[in-house]
């Protein structure tokens, strides 16, 4: 079994999923926080960041999406604003033609009035000469000329007056056509501009709902955002407290530690060091401790007096006893069938904490045994004599 040298960093950074290669032994202060408190709390600060920061990838990710959707809603509104405004300029264009043809009709009409009256003015002359003398109608137009000549004159002028007056009439007829031409094109125009100011109006809605929902995407995302600076925070805390008790308590000698009991009798199966992986009979590696195999169920004791700081699963381990002698030693009991004591307890040396077996890693039952110091795995054969 492989142990990282640097336990107290990994124990710093709340790597505290106690697998195989990572049991971290904290000394334990009477007035202190316990390890399986730390423990707690560290796995609940890591699933509450975990569930912050999935939430605020979410809400980012929403965000993104709704101030995407604004972008594409402007564009359309800015299309749309361009298309009416170019409508708008051509429908005050049309009605400035149309009122230039009102102002031609109307020209036209007074002159043609005019031309009627004086067309009837003049057939009335003429009829008023002939009841009365048609040879002094001779002397009206002219005393020159016979009077048929004159008459015919006359004549000629009444029928100039009124092709005149035809032509103005056909006149009034191509302006009152080319304006209802306008008049109808301008209706279209301002059909259009009604049907793209409704469009516009409805964009602009779901522009101000978007816009709503972003402002409040912001609002979450800043909450999670301080949630997640207040859960590294605590984050922090716990990482101090766990230095301050790890400075609380450092090993005083380099010369052996004594008074090690042997945790269980009999036959030493795998010795510490490197070695054939017994799960696969390949491969080698690092047996961080001894196994000692006895029977089924045979009583496991404490090496040494100490406080559990686990007592429970542990993968690989199987069902496991971690004890800190509160002065950089400890020492672990793996793969028992059952486990006598619990965290946070004090144990006197000689007292059971559980039974042999073989869960975890196992391929029979035995006692897999660990001596550390500050976390790094020891030969327990240096201080105990099976």
């Not at 079994?1 to 009477?30: D, E, G, Q, T, Y």
């Not at 002065?327 to 069938?337: I, P, Q």
């Not at 946070?344 to 869960?359: D, L, R």
Request: proline share 3%; aromatic share 6%.
């Amino acid at each position: 079994m492989s142990w990282n040298s640097k336990w107290v960093r990994k124990v710093i950074c709340l790597c505290l999923a106690l697998s195989v290669s990572a049991i971290c032994f904290i000394p334990l202060r009477s007035d202190a926080t316990t390890y399986s408190d730390l423990q707690k709390k560290s796995q609940q600060l890591k699933q509450q960041k975990e569930q912050a920061q999935q939430q605020l990838s979410q809400v980012k990710s929403q965000s993104q999406d709704v101030f995407q959707t604004l972008v594409d809603l402007q564009n359309q509104i800015e299309k749309i604003e361009e298309q009416s405004s170019s409508l708008v300029e051509r429908r005050d264009l049309l009605e400035d033609q149309i009122a230039s043809l009102d102002n031609q009709i109307k020209t036209l009409e007074q002159t043609i009035t005019e031309e009627r009256s004086n067309m009837e003015s003049t057939l009335v002359t003429m009829y008023k000469w002939e009841k009365v003398a048609p040879s002094a109608l001779v002397l009206v137009v002219t005393s020159s000329v016979n009077p048929e000549l004159a008459t015919y004159a006359l004549q000629k002028v009444l029928s100039g007056q009124n092709d005149k007056l035809e032509s103005y009439e056909d006149n009034v007829k191509q302006l009152q056509a080319k304006r209802e031409e306008l008049a109808n094109a301008k209706d279209e125009v301002a059909q259009t501009i009604a049907s793209l100011n409704t469009q516009l109006a409805s964009l602009q809605s779901k522009y101000d709902e978007r816009e709503s929902l972003y402002a409040e995407l912001k609002k979450e995302q800043s909450k999670y955002s301080s949630q997640l600076a207040m859960i590294t925070q605590q984050q922090a805390e716990v990482s101090a407290e766990i230095e301050r008790m790890l400075a609380s308590t450092k090993v005083t000698s380099t010369s052996k530690s004594t008074g090690f009991l042997k945790p269980m009798s009999g036959v030493i199966t795998s010795p510490f060091g490197w070695r054939i992986n017994p799960l696969t009979g390949s491969g080698k590696d690092f047996h961080t401790g001894i196994d000692v195999a006895n029977q089924y169920g045979t009583p496991i004791k404490a090496s040494r007096t100490g406080k559990v700081i686990w007592a429970g699963w542990k993968t690989g381990y199987g069902l496991c006893v971690i004890i800190d002698h509160q002065d950089g030693y400890g020492t672990v009991y793996a793969h028992m069938s059952r486990i006598a004591v619990k965290s946070g307890q004090t144990i006197s040396a000689g007292s059971v904490v559980g039974y042999e077996g073989s869960t975890g890693w196992a391929t029979g039952p035995h006692l897999h045994f660990e001596i550390r110091i500050q976390g790094e795995p020891t030969n327990p054969a240096k201080f105990v004599q099976f």
